[in-house]
Nanobody
Framework: QVQLVESGGGWVPAGGSLRLSCKASGSTFNSYHIGWFRQTPGNEREFVAA????????YYADSVKGRFTMSRDNAKTTVYLQMNSLKAEDTAVYYC???????????????????WGQGTQVTVSS
């Protein structure tokens, strides 16, 4: 089992940057797939980015490709989401998620992830 705690959210003007962190506790962190999702009120949770265990190549939603960069530091059991050129439509609660058994085709589906953090609010002012 793994516990996830996000941090780094806040308010930023459009065009600005934020870096979110997701600290994981528990053993064998490097064996977990890790994902970032976001959610706005009244909407379903939306895929943002993910990295598979033992694979350093991130996958991104088209809406954030070229602006967001996901990375993981297994030694620190922490995953990061660097968000640049932020837009008002990036405003959401951002969640990190973890799972050990996802297949590639399921990475973008929030219902397939087992473990979730509590979320961190990101507000981008236009």
């Amino acid at each position: 089992q793994v516990q996830l705690v996000e941090s780094g959210g806040g308010w930023v003007p459009a065009g600005g940057s934020l870096r979110l962190s997701c600290k994981a506790s528990g053993s064998t962190f490097n064996s977990y797939h890790i994902g970032w999702f976001r959610q706005t009120p009244g909407n379903e949770r939306e895929f943002v980015a993910a990295m598979r265990a033992f694979n350093s190549n991130p996958y991104y939603a088209d809406s954030v490709k070229g602006r967001f960069t996901m990375s993981r530091d297994n030694a620190k059991t922490t995953v990061y989401l660097q968000m640049n050129s932020l837009k008002a439509e990036d405003t959401a609660v951002y969640y990190c998620a973890a799972d050990r058994q996802l297949i590639l085709s399921s990475l973008r589906r929030p219902s397939q992830w087992d473990y979730w953090g509590q979320g961190t609010q990101v507000t981008v002012s236009s």
